[in-house]
């Protein structure tokens, strides 16, 4: 199985300022037929279901704020939150879809200093 | 609109079943791979099973393989989980997911219900 691991568990930004989440998978997601990762970021806000944010590592889902912006490829991925605003306080997960069991990172924890 | 919303959880004694259902509306069920992801309280996503758009192919978890049943009625389009001989760690907040590439092999997950808690306990 991909293990897929997240860091930090948790951060403190201020409001404004950029948040980074980074996420390591135990073998590259990147797929060498077509040049793409199988990399996946949710938001998870209290009491709701996981919200898409970005697929393929780095393709914004419509009506996703532009602040939010995905990067990497391989076995290296990061999330980042340009500009946090108050309503982006969740948890974030990522998750790889290169195989099955789909699997997902223990989620980061991202809340305002 | 997509809606997806789960029934069928509550309390359950170890070693005993439950089938949950997702029933779908506002999309094409049928042209969609559906799964099954978990989330016990407090903690991160766990992946369960999926199906195939059309019921033909089922992939597992390991952690509930032989004894979760993924499957779909189409013609009702409905989602449902069997799950028997259930244990203490099966205990979790269920959700059923929707591919968002339609009849693709590309398995991540645009629309999730709100979830059906399933409490294994004696």
């Known amino acids: 199985d991909i293990v897929m691991t997240q860091s930090p568990d948790s951060l403190a930004v201020s409001l404004g300022e950029r948040a980074t989440i980074n996420c390591k998978s135990s073998q590259s997601l990147l797929y060498s037929s077509n040049d793409k990762n199988y990399l996946t970021w949710y938001q998870q806000k209290p009491g709701q279901p996981p919200k898409l944010l970005i697929y393929?590592?780095?393709t914004r889902e419509s009506g996703v704020p532009d602040r939010f912006s995905g990067s990497g490829s391989g076995t290296d991925f990061t999330l980042t939150i340009s500009s946090l605003q108050a309503e982006d306080v969740a948890v974030y997960y990522c998750?790889?879809?290169?195989?099955?069991?789909?699997?997902f990172g223990g989620g980061t924890k991202v809340e305002i200093k | 609109q997509v809606q997806l919303l789960e029934s069928g959880g509550g309390v359950v004694q170890p070693g005993r079943s439950l089938r949950l259902s997702c029933a779908a509306s506002?999309?094409?069920?049928?042209?969609?791979?559906m799964h099954w992801v978990r989330q016990a309280p407090g903690k991160g996503l766990e992946w369960v099973a999926l199906?195939?758009?059309?019921?033909?192919?089922?992939y597992y978890a390991d952690s509930v393989k032989g004894r979760f049943t993924i499957s779909r009625d189409n013609s009702k389009n409905t989602l449902y989980l069997q799950m028997n001989s259930l244990r203490g760690e099966d205990t979790a907040l269920y959700y059923c997911a929707r591919d968002r590439e339609m009849a693709s092999i590309n398995h991540y997950f645009d629309y999730w219900g709100q979830g059906t808690l399933v409490t294994v306990s004696s």
């Open positions: 199906i195939s758009y059309d019921g033909s192919n089922k």
């Open positions: 506002g999309f094409t069920f049928s042209s969609h791979v």
């Open positions: 998750q790889q879809y290169y195989t099955t069991p789909l699997t």
């Open positions: 393929w590592a780095s």
